[in-house]
């Protein structure tokens, strides 16, 4: 079976009928129905046992000690809170965090309402994989009525295999990676309205320019769950390049759309210098411990990375925790960099001679590269994170696909060829099951990351947490003492973070019993010498909180940490005010508590509402002092 070369002759309608055949009654709408049920019960089927897990990782400061999208009722005050729910970034991500709280609302803090939430959104996206893969196979040239016939399975084949691949588990079930689906939903909402306007236009149809507009419109809303969706343009390029060629029935609007091609990429090249101006400073990276150019190196051994587990997705080669990715530190350092680039040099290469031989080919390679472009470039990101495949994962599979197709073409189909499909999807499915069911259990799940990648800080600080949680507060108990092993095992790992050390300190003011000078030391320490991140500041955030809340924590030690985040780095506002009401109720430090509200209130842009009530509650605790001194900054602005 051949889809894979283009015809060339848009003019005729094919690629249209087949575009339309899913809104229109008869055999081919049956057809289409019953393959979308089938993929939808496999995906469904091997996600099912994931859904009993738990929370994990970046859940935490986003869902579930998130106040913001804890919804007791559906109001617009609690919608517009939980729409400001995420700090990072110019607008947030809105939509998802809105979701969250929908989630909050419907089930409290039980996960399985936020994961089986996660689920349909990707059974939703693997639907619309389907129709995308519809459109474009039957694009890229039909050149006999059976080849025609054999879209459909071939649309759910890759549907399938993308929707159940093992490297998708940790995009479907970490709940907070709803933001990168849900983006995802968008961004092929945004692709099949831009095939479907640019066939209008191949085919004189009709203008086409009301769906391309549509497009653009759903990858704005598609901003709005996450910054993901900016690589739709780069997408319609790839599109363009290997399908379309820019070509229309009507020569004004080829000619209009040849332009608004000229335009974005100009624009698109004056974004990318702004990106390295930016991004290249090295402040920008400052909580890394690598360069912007270290950063560069390492993504191209990380793309390499992600290609060998699309191809071969052992479970032993997805971790899930790539903190100790070691970066590249030059070409040759490690000289698998030099390899990896010459990897995606020859593919690129291979992509632009597959071009007009093999259309579709090419256009999975480019694919897999476009959608890699923002986690990839310049942004200080972390090096290595698998959902952000999730859309990646599409290009290679119809890549292969094409190939495949194209070389049994060639050859005299044997029984096992003809079986090959069913055995691929049989395997990713029992893959993913047995992932899926690792998902459903926290303490087997951190078992199994810890065991993966031992050499991974936060996979032991997991798996810590969970011993702890079920030694129920019994200091005499296994899981108490594995508990502490595994601590102290994580805080001695390299480049582990202060989230080890802050375990331990909690795990024993939880019981009334004092911290070893030791874990305040090297705490301490790493507050001193490490980058900070993040995790630097959620150690130190959650003794405050801890603390707040009645636990025995030694105040001069707790002090003698936050003052070491405070002297090195740029912080979110709620902890600047967390340190100063330490300081004033715990310490009794009026200077440094007041300089820490008045930083507070700077960082937060000196929110009238937000001062006067900070202030209200200083004066009520007795420190009118620095109340006054917030009132005296608002007036001042």
């Known amino acids: 079976m051949d889809l894979s070369r283009a015809s060339g002759r848009f003019g005729q309608a094919p690629a249209r009928r087949m575009f339309m055949t899913t809104i229109r009654p008869g055999w081919a709408s049956w057809m289409t129905s019953g393959w979308l049920c089938l993929v939808v019960a496999i995906a469904i089927l091997a996600y099912l046992p994931g859904l009993s897990g738990g929370f994990l990782f970046d859940d935490f400061p986003n869902i579930v000690t998130n106040p913001r999208v804890h919804a007791s009722a559906l109001t617009l005050d609690s919608l517009s809170a939980a729409a400001g729910a995420y700090e990072p970034g110019p607008y947030g991500r809105p939509l998802a965090t809105i979701g969250f709280a929908l989630d909050h609302y419907l089930g409290g803090g039980d996960p399985l309402t936020y994961k089986l939430h996660g689920l349909l959104i990707h059974v939703l996206n693997a639907c619309l994989v389907f129709a995308l893969a519809r459109v474009l196979l039957s694009t890229g040239g039909v050149r006999s009525a059976d080849e025609s016939r054999r879209i459909l399975p071939a649309a759910a084949l890759l549907a399938t295999a993308w929707a159940i691949h093992p490297l998708q588990v940790s995009s479907v079930l970490y709940v907070v ?79 209009v759309l ?130 952000r495949n999730y859309l990646a994962l599409f290009g290679i599979l119809l890549a292969i696909y094409v190939l495949a197709s194209e070389w049994v073409r060639k050859v005299t189909a044997s029984p096992i060829i003809r079986a090959a499909p069913v055995a691929v999807i049989a395997g990713l499915f029992a893959i993913t099951l047995i992932r899926s069911m690792t998902w459903g259990s926290p303490l087997l799940l951190a078992m199994d990351m810890t065991a993966t990648n031992p050499g991974s800080p936060r996979a032991s600080n997991d798996l810590a947490t969970l011993y702890f949680s079920l030694a129920e507060g019994d200091p005499g108990s296994r899981e108490w003492t594995l508990a502490t092993q595994e601590f102290e095992r994580g805080a001695a790992l390299q480049g ?51 603390r707040q809340k009645g636990f025995q924590i030694d105040d001069q030690r707790l002090s003698t940490a936050y003052r070491s985040l405070v002297d090195r780095g740029d912080l979110p506002a709620h902890v600047y005010c967390n340190i100063g009401d330490h300081a004033l109720n715990r310490l009794g430090d009026t200077e440094f508590g007041k300089h820490m509200f008045l930083t507070c209130a700077r960082k937060s842009g000196l929110d009238p509402r937000f001062i006067r009530k900070t202030a209200e509650i200083l004066r009520a605790e007795g420190h009118h002092e620095v109340s006054t001194a917030l009132l005296e900054l608002q007036a001042d602005r």
Not at 222 to 237: N, R, V, W, Y
Request: aromatic share 10%; net charge neutral; glycine share 6%.
């Open 496 to 546: 582990s973070s202060p989230l080890p050390e802050h375990g331990l300190i909690l795990m024993n003011a939880s019981v009334g019993l004092p911290a070893s000078d030791a874990w305040w030391d090297g705490l301490i320490h790493k507050l001193q010498v490490r980058p900070i991140s993040p995790q630097e500041q959620m150690a130190v955030t959650g003794l405050l909180s801890e």
């Open 177 to 255: 990676q709803r933001m990168e689906t849900l983006s995802a939903c968008f961004i092929l909402l945004a692709l099949l309205a831009y095939c479907r306007g640019r066939l209008d236009q191949l085919e004189g149809r009709s203008h086409g320019w009301g769906w391309l507009a549509l497009s653009a419109a759903l990858t704005v809303v598609g901003l709005f769950a996450k910054e993901s969706a900016a690589i739709t343009p780069l997408l319609a390029l790839v599109l363009e390049a290997c399908l379309f060629h820019w070509k229309a029935q009507s020569a004004r609007t080829q000619q």
């Open 258 to 387: 040849r332009v608004l091609y000229v335009l974005g990429g100009a624009l698109g090249l004056a974004l990318l210098g702004v990106a390295f101006w930016h991004y290249g400073n090295p402040e920008a990276y400052a909580y890394r411990e690598y360069s912007a150019w270290e950063r560069l190196l390492t993504q191209a051994r990380v793309l390499v990375l992600h290609l060998k587990q699309i191809v071969l997705p052992i479970p032993s080669r997805m971790p899930f925790y790539y903190d100790n990715y070691p970066h590249s530190a030059g070409l040759f350092q490690p000289w698998t960099t030099a390899a990896s680039i010459a990897v995606l040099a020859a593919m690129t290469g291979l992509a632009l001679w597959l071009r007009t031989r093999l259309p579709l080919a090419a256009l999975g390679i480019f694919w897999f590269l476009a959608a890699h472009a923002l986690t990839s470039g310049i942004i200080p990101l972390e090096l290595v994170y698998e959902h």
